[in-house]
């Protein structure tokens, strides 16, 4: 079984500064891929990155990048140069990957809401 | 082109009667999945579709939801017998099948319905 765990409380973070949100999970599958979305207060759920867990190098994805800790099952999500518009809350989420290109269900973590003061 | 649709956005019912919520997917995207979120939760698993076909329906909570899809576009998810647990918004969701060794076949997500059960 999978299971994603986000524990912070509530994030704030100053206009322009970077910011870490923290995402563990665990996983007894041996591929998988690691994803990060965004809810704002809308209510849609936005794509922001995708991790892969043979992926040797971190992703990166404009102002977004995850810092992944394979070993240590650790797939935190660091957004540089914050704006406001990034306030919402964050989703870390993950699924197996049976093999290339094959679909299956996303688990999800409880999210952490991120707050940009100006 | 057009994203996931959902119908209807919001569905204010009584205690004990059936309701249909409808997804329509991203033209040609062979997954369809459907998630159930409550108030200030992460994102639940319900159902998986593969075609027309469910590979994956381990997230239905009770036999008072199923789903099918027809034609391998529109999904329904029919809870019977509603229950004020069942209040929530369901979230759909759609992604491609790549045979690409990269792929990680991101899940496009629908607005939601707002399910409210009196």
């Known amino acids: 079984a999978q299971k994603i765990t986000q524990t912070q409380p509530g994030m704030f973070v100053q206009e322009k500064e970077a910011v870490t949100l923290d995402c563990t999970y665990d996983t007894s599958d041996p591929s998988y891929g690691l994803f990060w979305y965004k809810q704002p207060s809308s209510g849609e759920m936005i794509f922001l990155i995708y991790q892969g867990s043979y992926d040797q190098q971190n992703a990166t994805e404009g102002r977004y990048s995850l810092n992944f800790q394979k070993a240590r099952k650790s797939a935190n999500l660091v957004i540089s140069a914050s704006q406001l518009g990034d306030s919402a809350m964050y989703f870390c989420?993950?699924?197996?990957?049976?093999?290339?290109?094959?679909?299956?269900?996303?688990?999800f973590g409880k999210g952490i809401t991120l707050s940009v003061r100006p | 082109g057009a994203g996931v649709s959902q119908s209807p956005s919001n569905k204010v019912t009584e205690k004990g009667k059936d309701v249909e919520l409808r997804c329509d997917p991203i033209s040609g995207h062979t997954a369809l999945y459907w998630y159930r979120q409550s108030l200030g939760q992460g994102l639940e698993f319900l159902i998986y579709f593969q075609g027309n076909s469910a590979p994956d329906k381990s997230g239905l909570p009770s036999d008072r939801f199923s789903a099918e899809r027809t034609g391998g576009s529109v999904s329904t998810l029919t809870i019977q017998r509603t229950q004020q647990e069942d209040s929530a918004v369901y979230l759909c969701?759609?992604?491609?099948?790549?045979?690409?060794?990269?792929?990680?076949?991101?899940?496009?997500f629908g607005p939601g319905t707002r399910l409210t059960v009196l």
């Open positions: 969701a759609s992604s491609s099948t790549s045979g690409g060794q990269s792929s990680y076949n991101e899940q496009f």
């Open positions: 989420a993950m699924r197996e990957i049976i093999r290339a290109g094959a679909n299956s269900k996303l688990t």
